[in-house]
């Protein structure tokens, strides 16, 4: 045949999927002789050293504050078994009955956000299920229903993720204010830490309003621009952001990883925060 293709298979045979009879069967897997494998396998590997290392830091329940530095892991603390942190993010909810590591309750707010973020839900796709493993490369399932079923229906609720992380960035950056005094609670002061928190807290920002969500909120359902001058530039700063969602999504998810590590060091005695004033 002209296209370099066989005959379609008859209805109801073959192994199912891209792979269906009614599909055109072509011999090869894919046309693609680039390494297209590395990006998906590099995404896995970041997004899987990520999840090893805020679950060991999550239940780990130590080593999360060295004043005036908390981890953004374990802001806002909400149990009884918090450490005290003179003015900070401590919140006594839930009370002696919580025996496990207080993280365990509010990491689920921006770990739920990042889940089901449309970027993140392609990189994870791609990366760990090959659905598919990349563009141009058919995937090995035999059937494919998207976001139709249980589980994966539960993405929809990305918008309401979207919301309790709006006040999670707030509370962390009332937590980057804080990073302002010495370890005496004095204000006036700035550490290493605090440089290590304002990056975070600007990348934290950037990543949350970049989502598709927050620029459906601010432009949406919107008949004529003209008639909302205010919503328009919102929506064309926040859709300036969120051409560069996957960036402010990897950077933020470093960031925020190395925000908790220079705690934990700190807090374990590795090293003493060095003092700019």
Known sequence: MATGT?????????????????RAAITAAHLRTDRWWLQPAATAAGLFAFVVYSTWRAFANADYYEAPYVSPFYSPCVAENCEPMR????????GSWWGLS??????IFPLGFRLTCYYYR????????ASPPACAVAEPHAKYTGETRFPLILQNI????????????????????????????????MGLGTLVFLVNI????AYTLSCHSCR????????????????????????WLNGRHMLLAWASLISVALADFYVYLIASGAFDDPRFF
């Open 216 to 239: 459906h909120i601010v432009g949406g359902k919107l008949k004529h621009f003209s008639k909302h001058p205010v919503r328009y530039r919102m929506w064309r700063w926040v859709g």
């Open 202 to 205: 600007t990348l934290i920002w």
């Open 158 to 189: 990305h918008r309401y993720f979207f919301y309790a992380a709006v006040p999670v960035a707030g509370i962390l950056t009332y937590d980057t204010v804080l990073a302002f005094r010495n370890e005496d609670y004095e204000w006036g002061h």
């Open 102 to 107: 207080p993280a365990l309750l509010i990491l």
């Open 122 to 129: 392609k990189a994870y796709y791609r990366g760990f299920w």
């Open 87 to 94: 003015n900070g993010p401590n919140w006594e909810i839930f």
């Open 6 to 22: 066989e005959p379609h298979l008859k209805k109801g045979t073959g192994p199912g999927g891209v792979r269906h009879g009614t």
